[in-house]
């Protein structure tokens, strides 16, 4: 049975992708797919909640795998669509946390130059650390953004309302958890992004809302200390989404640490603000390198070693 990408997209041989779907693959990797119809899926579910957003999204995405290209990657890499992670996420980041319209000029430098320090981040980390980098240079590109604001005039805080105390409703707040991986809290962003990442792969689909239900759950059960908007909003369970994929993708395709992976990100949520940084995708990628650490822990450590076999006699 062919997959649903290969009935729209014909397939092609190693090395002889075309440019424009090397950036469609870098935005399905916003959840570790390599898929051009998941990256249309998610493109679609970003214009849903922003078209500013969405275009910004196709710019990071167009930038990323020429810029890395320039860094000495190749098609094996390239290919991949793993160049456009990072850069991606900075690009739907900018719309959500900074005043921008389509006429802002200085807004959309800050895209082009966050976008290509987001690729150099990532090409150095790449040579520096062994374990992988998940989101952690779009943290970086964001939390110094963040830090230097007060600076610049161009970048301007979206100042974010109040919301009232209100009742939890599991299903919305599933719903906008989804769409919050793509930062894009819309019930219509969240099934697309369920639909596209399900068409490339329905495990991976089914964790992502196992993640968006057990973050849910979890802050749900923490009511006292957490803001029910914000669960409502999805800002609680989309960690979930993201970690259980992460998870089951880097720590050996395993349903029990998928579960774990959700349940620690949306644990770890309260205490990242107290390190005097916005909380974003921080939990699932620590969570994760929580997991390969524990991973290479009980390998060297705690696994059952097998017993000394006795000396043959001598014949």
């Known amino acids: 049975m062919r997959a649903p990408v290969d009935v729209i997209f014909p397939p092609v041989a190693p090395g002889q992708v075309p440019y424009w779907r090397l950036a469609l693959r870098g935005c399905s990797q916003l959840c570790f797919q390599c898929n051009e119809l998941t990256g249309l899926f998610f493109l679609a579910a970003a214009a849903v909640a922003s078209p500013l957003a969405a275009a910004y999204l196709l710019v990071a995405a167009a930038i990323a795998p ?22 991606c996420l900075i690009a739907l980041s900018l719309p959500a946390f900074f005043v921008t319209s389509w006429t802002d000029v200085g807004m959309w430098g800050v895209l082009v130059v966050s976008v290509v320090f987001a690729v150099v981040t990532t090409r150095v980390s ?21 830090a230097v604001e007060p600076a610049f005039a161009v970048l301007q805080p979206v100042v974010f309302a109040s919301q009232p105390a209100v009742d939890i409703h599991p299903g919305v707040a599933i719903l906008y958890s989804l769409g919050q991986a793509l930062f894009s809290p819309n019930v219509i962003s969240g099934i ?40 409502n909003h999805g800002l609680y369970g989309f960690n979930g989404v993201l970690a259980a994929v992460s998870t089951y993708v880097v720590c050996g395709s395993q349903l029990r640490l998928a ?19 916005k909380t974003l995708s921080s939990p699932f990628v ?22 000394d076999l006795p000396d043959s006699p001598a014949s």
Request: negative net charge; aromatic residues 12%.
């Open 259 to 277: 579960i774990l992976g959700a349940m620690l990100a949306t644990m770890l949520m309260p205490a990242i603000p107290e390190l005097g940084v």
């Open 66 to 87: 020429g810029a890395r290209w320039l860094m000495g990657d190749r098609a094996e890499v390239l290919e991949t669509g793993l160049p456009g992670l990072n850069p």
């Open 126 to 146: 790449l040579n520096l650390v062994p374990f992988p980098i998940l989101a952690a240079p779009f943290l970086i590109v964001f939390w110094i953004l963040d």
């Open 192 to 231: 697309l992004f369920f639909v596209g990442l399900s068409l490339s792969n329905w495990r991976h689909g089914l964790l992502a809302l196992f993640g968006a239900a057990i973050g849910t759950v979890v802050s749900a059960y923490n009511r006292s200390v957490v803001d029910l908007a914000s669960i």
């Open 286 to 307: 620590f969570t994760t390198w929580l997991m390969l650490a524990l991973g290479w822990i009980d390998d060297k450590w705690f696994a059952p070693r097998p017993p």
